[in-house]
């Protein structure tokens, strides 16, 4: 099962005490019987629903929700500080709420800011209200008496709720399509997979591209060239990707989409100027990718002494550790096979 939290409390992802809340909530819900738990947590931006009488409306929460439960999210939770909560003007005497409905979707919002005390008690409300409101939604919907209120009064953590909640019956229907969508879609993972890396060799093939397999001569000694550079500046820096195979590319698409983890790159195989040996990643040997603006500028500015393109100034997607050298060529050149590799040697 997963339970996505989003919030629009930008600081909310600063929370030095975050790791261990998530953690909580997902172990009490690791409790339930049938089911293993995963919590994600993240920042949605400013979130503006449509409040009446001081809660927010199904309909609005539904359009919210349903693409994210396509996405293989089961659970959603709503997360607004104290002050977004009042101007919002949902009802001040809530913590929080529960969708109830009839779809599979759980849905619930609620408010804490990092260090929030539940009642009067020592318990973080932020956790207790996460886990409450998921507990109006189970019980509700495999059918069992909800006793969340009752449960809560008597206990200040209601982590030890869900020891009773057995998750085979959560809509049984559902559950059984989910197995069998899970089966299928990881065939049909494998069958696109295999599909993208062949067509993209036929493509290669007929139009004669001269594949390489490592960073072109020129782009390797240009980056070790920077290396060099920045370490007479005081800065130890390495290259943590250069030549990307097709294959690798092909992954790293699907990751986020049909393969588990985030987004991390918008191109496909052939995409990338990494896929031809003409780019290169770099980060700080001891600061990472934590460097200073100062640092990176410098960075930057060796980089494009030495002949490259720094993605540090790029206007919409800035990519500070990227570095790619094209000699006047467009990536669709590489694409189509009308490039004079001599001139990277």
Do not use: C
Request: aromatic share 10%; proline share 3%; glycine share 6%.
């Amino acid at each position: 099962m997963k339970y996505l939290i989003l919030s629009s409390d930008p600081t909310m992802l600063t929370w030095k005490s975050l790791p261990a809340k998530v953690k909580k909530i997902t172990a009490a819900l690791n409790k339930t019987k049938n089911a293993t738990w995963e919590v994600e947590v993240r920042y949605q931006g400013e979130i503006e629903p449509e409040v009446k009488n001081g809660r927010i409306t199904h309909a609005w929460y539904d359009t919210l929700s349903k693409p994210l439960f396509l996405q293989g999210n089961e659970f959603l939770f709503l997360q607004f500080s104290k002050t977004d909560w009042t101007r919002l003007s949902l009802q001040n005497t809530l913590r929080g709420a529960n969708q109830r409905d009839t779809d599979v979707v759980g849905e619930s919002y609620g408010w804490a800011d990092e260090n929030t005390k539940r009642k009067d008690t020592k318990e973080n409300q932020f956790v207790q209200v996460v886990l409450h409101e998921i507990s109006h939604e189970i019980a509700h919907n495999i059918g069992v008496l909800d006793n969340t209120h009752t449960y809560h009064d008597a206990n200040p953590d209601i982590s030890g709720i869900f020891a009773s909640y057995d998750m085979a019956l959560w809509h049984p229907k559902y559950q059984a399509e989910k197995g069998i969508r899970a089966m299928l879609r990881k065939v049909l993972i494998e069958i696109v997979k295999r599909l993208q890396i062949q067509q993209l060799q036929e493509r290669l093939a007929k139009e004669k591209v001269s594949k390489p397999t490592d960073l072109l001569p020129l782009v390797k000694r240009k980056a070790d060239d920077i290396i060099a550079a920045m370490a007479k500046l005081g800065h130890q820096i390495r290259i943590v990707e250069g030549y990307r195979s097709m294959e690798r590319q092909t992954e790293l698409y699907n990751q986020g989409r049909t393969t588990k983890g985030n987004i991390v790159t918008n191109a496909k195989a052939g995409e990338s100027w990494h896929n031809y040996g003409t780019a290169v990643d770099f980060v700080f040997r001891k600061e990472g990718y934590n460097a200073t603006n100062k640092q990176w500028q410098i960075l930057g500015d060796v980089g494009k002494a030495h002949g490259f393109e720094w993605g540090g100034d790029w206007t919409g997607f800035v990519d500070r550790p990227h570095f790619e050298m094209r000699l006047g060529y467009i990536l669709k050149d590489f694409q189509d096979g009308k490039v004079d590799y001599k001139k990277f040697n």
